[in-house]
């Protein structure tokens, strides 16, 4: 089966600590992303990867770092210094680097800051 | 600066209405646009991509439109089902900018009655 893993599904981390959400496709796509929801909020922005080893900040990257080690891989790590971490955490991917191909999502992950 | 609206924010139609979502943008050089589901607390499922060059795209009962000129995009659903409640997303591709960054709307939170 192929698609978008996300782990784990459900987060909680006290103030002060970094935590890293996965996010595993076996698409063999080039391009993957990560998106911040919050309730009754559309999707935005927070890094995206076209290529290995290359990530662009989005519009909400403040807080965040990313990895692009791996093709099938793209961690996201929330660290101390983003003031309001809790969300639903979504990643994407899509095929090749042409900015008209369509984004697949994973099933997410929601963290919660105790 | 790209914004995506999606009125009305949340609809309920009894089983077997036809009904159409509706999303305005307000800058029109976009790439493409795409119809994503999202059922709660899960991630998002495609379900029509638009490119800028087409007017309309089909998918079984789901008919998406473009008019990119007057910045507004609609999502007809035939013969509505209670399976078809779910929070429905719209989301435009820019030219400007980082050409891959999806923008988002809010969503229309859909609800059909049995």
């Known amino acids: 089966d192929g698609g978008i893993t996300q782990s784990p599904k459900y987060l909680f981390r006290k103030e002060g600590q970094n935590v890293t959400l996965s996010c595993e496709q076996n698409l063999n796509h080039d391009a993957m992303y990560w998106y911040r929801q919050d309730p009754g909020q559309g999707l935005r922005l927070i890094y995206y990867?076209?290529?290995?080893?290359?990530?662009q900040k989005g519009d909400i990257a403040e807080g965040y770092s990313v990895s692009r080690e791996k093709k099938e891989s793209f961690p996201l790590t929330v660290t101390s210094a983003q003031k309001n971490p809790t969300a639903f955490y979504l990643c994407?991917?899509?095929?090749?680097?042409?900015?008209?191909?369509?984004?697949?999502f994973g099933p997410g992950t929601r963290l919660t800051v105790l | 600066k790209q914004e995506v609206t999606q009125i009305p924010a949340a609809l309920s139609v009894p089983e077997g209405e036809n009904l159409v979502l509706n999303c305005s943008f307000t800058?029109?050089?976009?790439?493409?646009l795409q119809w994503f589901r999202q059922d709660p607390g899960k991630g998002l499922t495609s379900l029509l991509l638009?490119?800028?060059?087409?007017r309309e795209q089909t998918s079984g009962r789901l008919n998406a439109s473009l008019d990119k000129s007057s910045g507004r995009s609609t999502l007809y659903i035939a013969a509505s089902q209670p399976g078809d409640s779910a929070t429905y997303l719209c989301?435009?591709?820019?030219?400007?900018?980082?050409?891959?960054?999806?923008?988002f709307g809010s969503g229309t939170q859909l609800t059909v009655l049995p």
């Open positions: 989301a435009v591709r820019r030219v400007r900018g980082s050409a891959r960054q999806l923008t």
């Open positions: 800058d029109s050089a976009i790439y493409n």
């Open positions: 638009i490119q800028s060059s087409q």
């Open positions: 990867s076209q290529i290995v080893n290359d990530f």
């Open positions: 994407a991917s899509s095929i090749g680097r042409e900015v008209y191909n369509e984004q697949f």
